[in-house]
């Protein structure tokens, strides 16, 4: 069975730290591109970050960037999303997604979701 | 960046209505566009890729159409479980927006 399972999510305060992680299984994983997608609490979803298969080709929204950096090690079938300087308004339930296929063309398996809270 | 917009917000169906939902690109998008369903607590599900390839184990009911700008996702009759909210999500280029989301409530 094809499974994403996120972990790491916190209370942390505001300029914080943490590192989700996304275990993934049934499939192969370094075939695969992989993103992160946020939705804060009763609000929609917003695409976060997207990595290559290979780990070399990364994106971030306008949002994050400079502050988010995302990874994977192939080797652990794991992806991460390192947050740094942490805002309240990245306050949200955090997901990792799988690619459908190698185009790119939608995101067809979802993790359960890891709750990240930023306040003071 | 390319923004979606959907409409209507929020909508209040029968069981058995037919309802469709539209998504409107702020830009050309070809046919990069996927639609899920969201129900309270749990992750979104695919329901349309491509704009209108049904995902694997999708009940035909759901249909999707349109390409360049305009694109919309069909419910063909609305069943109990099918209330939820549903976003578009283009994949023409990055970032990979979503649009707002449509409520989908019983009237």
């Known amino acids: 069975e094809v499974q994403l399972l996120e972990s790491g999510g916190d209370l942390v305060q505001p300029g914080g730290s943490l590192r989700l992680s996304c275990a993934a299984s049934?499939?192969?994983?370094?075939?695969?591109?992989m993103s992160w997608v946020r939705q804060a609490p009763g609000k929609g979803l917003e695409w976060v970050s997207a990595?290559?298969?290979?780990?070399?080709?990364?994106y971030h929204a306008d949002s994050v960037k400079g502050r988010f950096t995302i990874s994977r090690d192939n080797s652990k079938n794991t992806l991460y999303l390192q947050m740094n300087s942490l805002r309240a308004e990245d306050t949200a339930v955090y997901y990792c997604?799988?690619?459908?296929?190698?185009?790119?063309?939608?995101?067809?398996?979802w993790g359960q979701g890891t709750m990240v809270t930023v306040s003071s | 960046a390319i923004q979606l917009t959907q409409s209507p917000s929020s909508l209040s169906a029968s069981v058995g209505d037919r309802v469709t939902i539209t998504c409107r690109a702020s830009?050309?998008?070809?046919?990069?566009l996927a639609w899920y369903q969201q129900k309270p607590g749990k992750p979104p599900k695919l329901l349309i890729y491509?704009?209108?390839s049904l995902e694997s184990g999708v009940p035909s009911r759901f249909s999707g159409s349109g390409s360049g700008t305009d694109f919309t996702l069909t419910i063909s009759s609305l069943q109990p479980e099918d209330f939820a909210t549903y976003y578009c999500?283009?994949?023409?280029?990055?970032?990979?927006?979503f649009g707002q989301g449509t409520r989908l409530d019983i009237k």
């Open positions: 997604a799988k690619y459908r296929t190698i185009r790119r063309d939608a995101f067809d398996i």
């Open positions: 049934g499939f192969t994983f370094s075939s695969y591109a």
């Open positions: 990595i290559s298969g290979s780990g070399g080709t990364t």
């Open positions: 830009q050309g998008i070809s046919s990069a």
């Open positions: 491509d704009a209108s």
């Open positions: 999500q283009q994949f023409n280029s990055y970032p990979f927006t």
